[in-house]
């Protein structure tokens, strides 16, 4: 009989293991990966407030700005920034562009999911206009120009000269097919 006890008493705290578990998986870990991502600006979190424009921009201080783009493995598209990089002065408002098509006889939806690097300028680096704010609906063959607007923060560490930002451009039918099997 004893035995049987410590089994029941096992399977008792590997059962409260499992669901506890899954608990923090499901219902703890989410909110703290968004706090994380908030702190660090990993994940392409790059700003949480409203944009404030600097009354007058340090034109004494450029900034490099390189465009990255990748494609999902998955994503039927063509995807890329109209220029590599460009030359900013913190607390001046910029454009630029990309651009996507549909290579695919039917139409998709994708979404752009953005990173900046080095890790200590994604706090100063804000967004205006982003195309990958939203989900994108492209026809079978559509190709489009996608917008980008942005401002570096002036408190932008002295010694970051160089802001990378990468966009990976998933086809999120696809993506949600992928993680339903």
């Known amino acids: 009989m004893p035995d049987s006890r410590a089994n029941r008493s096992l399977i008792a705290q ?6 506890g578990s899954f608990s923090f998986g499901v219902f703890l ?3 703290l990966y968004d706090v994380f991502c908030d702190i660090t600006g990993f994940g392409g979190r790059t700003n949480s407030e409203a944009a404030v424009v600097a009354e007058a921009p340090d034109l004494t201080r450029e ?10 493995e998955y994503a039927q598209f063509e995807f890329a920034a109209d220029a590599d990089s460009m030359t900013v002065h913190p607390g001046k408002m910029y454009f630029a562009t990309f651009t996507a098509r549909n290579l ?9 999911v953005p990173s900046v ?9 804000t967004k205006i206009e982003c195309f990958c704010f939203t989900s994108q609906e492209f026809q079978a063959g559509e190709k489009r120009p996608m917008p980008l607007q942005f401002i ?4 932008l560490p002295d010694y970051v000269d160089t802001i990378t930002l990468q966009y990976t451009f998933f086809d999120t039918a696809r993506l949600a097919a992928n993680t339903e099997n």
């Open 63 to 72: 900034v490099r700005i390189e465009f990255v783009t990748s494609l999902n």
């Open 29 to 31: 870990l989410p909110p």
């Open 104 to 112: 695919s006889d039917e139409s998709k939806v994708a979404q752009a």
């Open 117 to 125: 690097a080095p890790n200590t300028a994604a706090g100063h680096f």
């Open 14 to 19: 590997l059962l409260v293991l499992v669901v």
């Open 152 to 155: 570096v923060n002036p408190e």
